[in-house]
């Protein structure tokens, strides 16, 4: 019996370190696709997570793989924040490798008033290209590609202070937010449960966060979305959907288990 306990005690000790290491040190970089017309670098859901101190690991990072461009597909701070000069510097650094394209997530659409206006002022001063229900031409390699940011009603991601009934994004409101798909479209969409209706709107590739993994990973599968949904269907990784892409991100920030931090780079 207390060769038992040992083991047991052995085991969550191992346990505990691997998790502060995954959640304090771990960043890893996943690469996915296997084309050579463009290389994305993205990154997602960083929130409050700081390494180093200020993110330059990140910069590295992403700098060692020589993207055409960068995405940050939504809630590169949270809610709560009231500081945004590590965000900004960390920013510049980052345009200074390629160009950025960002859209707001959650977080961003909930920031209180006043700070929402300083992280506008905040992105102003930088050289990323904000994306609210709006889209730029990016030319790389000879090759155009339209990028298209979406950023639907916050009563898609809570409504009446739960998460009951919310509203959902379909075709006919992609229409609406970014007019009808022209080329080849890159959508920046910070949810990835409404994938299907960014498919039948026309995205050819479409990149996402939110989700965190799914917070816990088992198996390569996701067990909790932020809507307290369990067992969420697309958390990490690329999903076929009916010919179109969708890259899921899980993202930088937030604690997790069994799915680490990453920056994820494609080549489409």
């Known amino acids: 019996m207390r060769y038992i306990i040992t083991i047991l005690i052995a085991a969550a000790f191992v346990l505990l370190v691997y998790l502060l290491c995954e959640n304090f040190i771990l960043l890893t970089v996943r690469h996915a696709g296997t084309g050579k017309r463009l290389r994305i670098a993205h990154i997602s859901d960083i929130h409050k997570k700081r390494y180093q101190g200020d993110n330059m690991l990140i910069v590295y990072r992403i700098e060692q793989e020589e993207p055409d461009l960068i995405f940050i597909t939504g809630d590169i701070v949270s809610r709560t924040e009231t500081d945004f000069s590590v965000t900004e510097a960390f920013l ?3 345009c200074k490798i390629a160009p950025v394209y960002m859209i707001f997530g959650n977080h961003e659409q909930s920031l209180p008033a006043g700070r929402q206006e300083e992280f506008l002022q905040m ?3 930088t050289d990323v290209i904000l994306l609210r229900n709006s889209r730029a031409e990016a030319s790389v390699n000879g090759k155009v590609f339209n990028i298209c940011g979406i950023e639907p009603p916050y009563t898609t991601y809570k409504k009446n202070g739960g998460y009951f009934h919310l509203d959902k994004v379909t075709a006919e409101n992609m229409r609406d ?6 080329g080849e479209i890159l959508l920046l969409a910070h949810n990835p449960i409404f994938a299907e209706a960014y498919a039948e709107w026309g995205a050819d590739y479409t990149f996402s966060g939110h989700v965190h993994g799914g917070a816990v990973r088992f198996f390569g599968i ?15 990784g690329v999903y076929d959907i009916g010919g179109k892409k969708l890259f899921v991100s899980a993202g930088i920030g937030k604690l997790r288990a069994f799915d680490p931090p990453e920056i994820v780079i494609y080549d489409i």
Do not use: N
């Open 222 to 236: 996701g067990m909790l979305s932020p809507e307290r949904r369990f067992f969420p269907r697309y958390t990490k």
């Open 123 to 125: 992105l102003a001063r």
């Open 92 to 94: 510049r650094e980052l």
């Open 177 to 182: 937010m970014v007019g009808d798909p022209t």
